[in-house]
């Protein structure tokens, strides 16, 4: 198996649109999901079918998506 290369998600909740928005700047991608799962499936299609431009000598196999996201605490009533 190929040394494993790790692309780094950037994903934040978008209130208003009820989903959640994610960018690799790497890829580059970027994508919008109403969860997390659909975000991290669409990106890694992305990242498979864009490696070989960005990366040719990276084997597709040994991608892996890290989606580090951010979305704002809803404050809890006492």
């Given at each position: 198996m190929a040394r494993p290369v790790i692309f780094t998600v950037s994903a934040t909740w978008d209130a208003e649109a009820s989903a959640w928005s994610g960018y690799c700047d790497e890829i580059p991608a970027a994508a919008d999901a109403p969860t997390l799962d659909e975000l991290l499936e669409k990106v890694s299609r992305m990242a498979v079918d864009?490696?070989?431009?960005?990366?040719?000598?990276?084997?597709?196999?040994?991608?892996?998506?890290?989606?580090?996201?951010?979305?704002?605490?809803?404050?809890?009533?006492?």
């Open positions: 864009l490696a070989p431009d960005n990366y040719p000598e990276v084997d597709p196999e040994a991608i892996f998506i890290q989606v580090v996201a951010l979305r704002e605490a809803v404050p809890v009533a006492a």
